[in-house]
């Protein structure tokens, strides 16, 4: 028997525990200066070197607009991204956003410890891809059982430029599309939702 833990306050802590590991990683084994001692690439995806790392994440380091290095991992590997169907500029749907809704079926059964993760993988880049720094605030497809009313309910309906939706599901493809400004990250199961996150997290950044 599956046990679900109760929605909202563990996604929210297991994605700002992976907010906070995934997307400074790096930083720990990272050089001073990586413009001129990082070590040799793993191997090129297009022009864009990767790192492999111990714990089997591919690591990247990404200029910045204000010309300082940053350093991302991602659980892809990035030469079989294109497994995962995506739609182009999909960058531009947040990009001017104030706050960002990262939603969910509460529902589902599936594992919620890998929808955090899944959520996470996405809600990282946020503030480095967004005019205003936008963060994300976790929210629901549809009440939970019992309802908590803590979680407002949010849908593709409600997604606008300045308050976009992220919709997290369970289908029956792994892909990436678009309608309006939401964005829909679907997964054939948890696992792959991780997966399909971290396609729509390279295209953030402009790797395809």
């Not at 947040?94 to 079926?105: D, F, G, P």
């Not at 059982?145 to 979680?151: A, E, F, G, R, Y």
């Not at 309906?157 to 309608?179: C, K, M, W």
């Amino acid at each position: 028997m599956k046990i679900k833990f109760k929605g909202a306050d563990f996604i929210t802590f297991l994605v700002i525990f992976i907010l906070v590991t995934s997307i400074f990683g790096l930083y720990t084994n990272r050089p001073e200066q990586p413009q001129q001692t990082a070590p040799e690439p793993s191997f090129f995806h297009g022009e864009i070197a990767f790192y492999e790392q111990s714990d089997g994440f591919f690591g990247v380091y990404l200029q910045r607009s204000d010309g300082q290095v940053q350093p991302i991992s991602f659980r892809l590997d990035p030469r079989t991204m294109n497994d995962i169907l995506i739609e182009s500029d999909l960058n531009q749907k947040v990009r001017n956003a104030t706050k960002i809704y990262t939603t969910y079926s509460p529902n589902l059964d599936t594992s919620y410890a890998k929808m955090a993760v899944a959520i996470g993988e996405v809600t990282r880049l946020l503030p480095l891809i967004t005019v205003n720094r936008a963060v994300s605030k976790n929210a629901f497809t549809e009440d939970a059982n019992p309802i908590d009313p803590n979680v407002p309910i949010k849908t593709c309906e409600d997604a606008t430029l300045e308050y976009p939706v992220i919709e997290f599901e369970i289908g029956n493809q792994n892909r990436v599309n678009s309608e309006g400004f939401c964005i829909n990250v679907i997964g054939k199961n948890a696992d792959d939702l991780i997966l399909s996150a971290d396609r729509l997290g390279y295209s953030f950044v402009g790797i395809y």
